[in-house]
């Protein structure tokens, strides 16, 4: 491994810690190796843009007035825009810390959908985000008590939400409290404390239960 990928690996370092972070606390479509490397350079700039503007505040702390300040521009930017080799280790090391706040900025953009939200209001895009409609669905808000209906296995299971996920075949969800009925009749046959299900994609119906229906099952 020649000299030039090891720096460029050093200098991607935050940026890929800022994209595995935000890749664990986000609901996303499966990232391909072209999004995680653009997503991780994104997220590496953003690191050492914070760390440039938390430099120019010290700048500014110990200058007298704003003329006087002697403004500080990190190695970075001179290495990327002149080629050259010279980069400062503290700047590597202090963006990597900073991938964290980056990466739970970034999080909170998508997982509270601030960019879908903003273009609704301006009319720009109907999208609701990046994940499928189950996942939608299961993390609003108002979703907590469901019915998860297995027609195929005459099988309705009342519980709350406690998880999910899914990907091009299955859909998984785990629920608490859970009481389980039979479909075709309502008939009550058991309880658990929890319980996982997994079945193929479009093989489960779920319906939220309004609070005054828990207990009864529809």
Request: proline share 2%; net charge negative.
């Amino acid at each position: 491994m020649n000299q030039l990928v090891v720096t460029l690996i050093l200098i991607l370092m935050p940026g890929i810690v800022a994209a595995i972070i935000s890749d664990k606390l986000t609901n996303h479509s499966r990232w391909g190796s072209f999004k995680f490397s653009l997503y991780s350079l994104t997220l590496g700039v953003g690191c050492y843009a914070l760390l440039q503007v938390a430099t120019y505040l010290v700048d500014i702390a110990s200058g007298f007035s704003i003329e006087s300040v002697n403004w500080t521009n990190l190695e970075i930017w001179n290495s990327a825009l002149n080629g050259g080799s010279n980069i400062a280790a503290w700047e590597i090391c202090a963006a990597a810390l900073l991938a964290l706040p980056v990466a739970f900025f970034a999080s909170w953009l998508i997982n509270f959908k601030f960019f879908n939200k903003l273009a609704q209001k301006l009319g720009v895009s109907n999208k609701f985000g990046d994940e499928n409609l189950y996942s939608y669905y299961l993390n609003a808000q108002e979703i907590d008590w469901v019915y998860v209906r297995d027609v195929e296995n005459n099988l309705t299971y009342q519980g709350r939400v406690v998880s999910h996920s899914e990907n091009d075949n299955v859909q998984e969800i785990v629920l608490s409290e859970v009481s389980v009925f039979r479909y075709e009749d309502s008939a009550p046959l058991y309880e658990v404390p929890t319980i996982y299900l997994s079945r193929e994609v479009g093989k489960l119906v779920i319906e939220a239960i309004p609070g005054e229906f828990l207990g009864v099952e529809q």
